[in-house]
Nanobody
């Protein structure tokens, strides 16, 4: 079992920044690739960014490319999501998920463990 806990969400003005953290406990975290998903009101959950087990490979959705940065510190069992130049369309519940096989999948079923999510609200 892997337990994932997100933190760092909140209310921020457009143009501002937030850093989300996904802290893991349980099994060896470096054995899992991680994805950050988000779900806005009335919309389907979507993959925003993902990082491989080693951290060498990263994926970004076009909507966040150049503004968001994913990173991981396996020694601290934590994945980070730095979000800059936020806009109102980034408002959503952000959840991290861990996958034991592959990395970067957009399919939610490919992820073995999920956090509870953290709300990010961007005001205009």
């Amino acid at each position: 079992q892997v337990q994932l806990v997100e933190s760092g969400g909140g209310l921020v003005q457009a143009g501002g920044s937030l850093r989300l953290s996904c802290a893991a406990s349980g099994r060896t975290f470096s054995n899992y690739a991680v994805g950050w998903f988000r779900q806005a009101p009335g919309k389907e959950r979507e993959l925003v960014t993902a990082i491989s087990k080693s951290g060498d490979s990263k994926y970004y959705a076009d909507s966040v490319k150049g503004r968001f940065t994913i990173s991981r510190d396996n020694a601290k069992n934590t994945v980070y999501l730095q979000m800059n130049s936020l806009n109102t369309e980034d408002t959503a519940v952000y959840s991290c998920a861990a996958a034991s096989a592959g990395w970067g999948s957009r399919r939610q079923n490919d992820y073995d463990y999920w956090g509870q999510g953290t709300q990010v609200t961007v005001s205009s």
